[in-house]
């Protein structure tokens, strides 16, 4: 079994993937994916090629977990719903989640992938793994618990997700996505989350 590395050295480890992936994030924002080369990441990142190569092998790799690092960002709110009140944890973890669509980066970094994906099959073939920022996994679980306890009927946690984060994405992210000079004023947020929750706290409440 491979000795493992030292607390020191994990610690260089993380420094160096923070200062690839804050790289990364400028440089695709900047000149695109195709135009945004891994040694042009490592040297603006401080880092050496081989540094780089080893955390990240392949420039889909790298633009991945810059996706993802975008929804999942240390400054991202600690989201504990309440339990026993479905519509209230529904509330607060749908604000959190409005709060990740509205980030300009996500946008920006939306609209990479769908311009680039058709050029790069290596994109195509990437698999997004959504589901593991934070926000996400928060009302995976909370689903899932609620149901466990008796407190909600949520036989299929994955479908009852998906058309709760459906109902807000598509008054919240996808008319700003495809229209940049849309807006929505955070009060008509609050009220796409209140009416996401209700529809579903409805939907899926304790017989």
């Not at 690092?69 to 749908?94: I, R, Y």
Request: glycine share 6%.
């Amino acid at each position: 079994m491979p000795a493992q590395p030292s607390p020191y050295h994990q610690g260089i480890a993380a420094t160096n993937r923070a200062a690839i992936l804050d790289a990364a994030m400028r440089l695709f924002l900047e000149s695109g994916y195709d135009r945004t080369s891994l040694a042009r990441v490592a040297r603006e990142a401080g880092v050496s090629r081989a540094t780089l190569f080893k955390q990240f092998p392949t420039k889909a790799e790298l633009f991945e977990a810059t996706v993802l690092a975008a929804g999942g960002s240390p400054d991202a709110e600690v989201v504990d719903p309440p339990t026993g009140d479905l519509l209230g944890g529904l509330v607060e973890l749908g604000r959190a989640y409005t709060e990740l669509l509205t980030r300009p980066r996500m946008i920006s970094l939306m609209r990479a992938v769908i311009a680039e994906s058709p050029t790069f099959p290596e994109l195509r073939e990437r698999t997004f793994d959504f589901g593991t920022l934070p926000v996400l996994a928060a009302l995976g679980r909370y689903l899932r618990a609620e149901h466990a306890a008796g407190r909600a009927d949520i036989e299929d946690p994955d479908l009852i997700s998906a058309q709760f984060l459906g109902m807000i994405a598509s008054a919240v992210f996808w008319p700003r996505l495809v229209h940049g000079t849309w807006t929505i004023t955070e009060e008509e947020q609050r009220r796409v989350v209140e009416e996401a929750a209700r529809t579903i706290a409805a939907r899926c409440a304790s017989p």
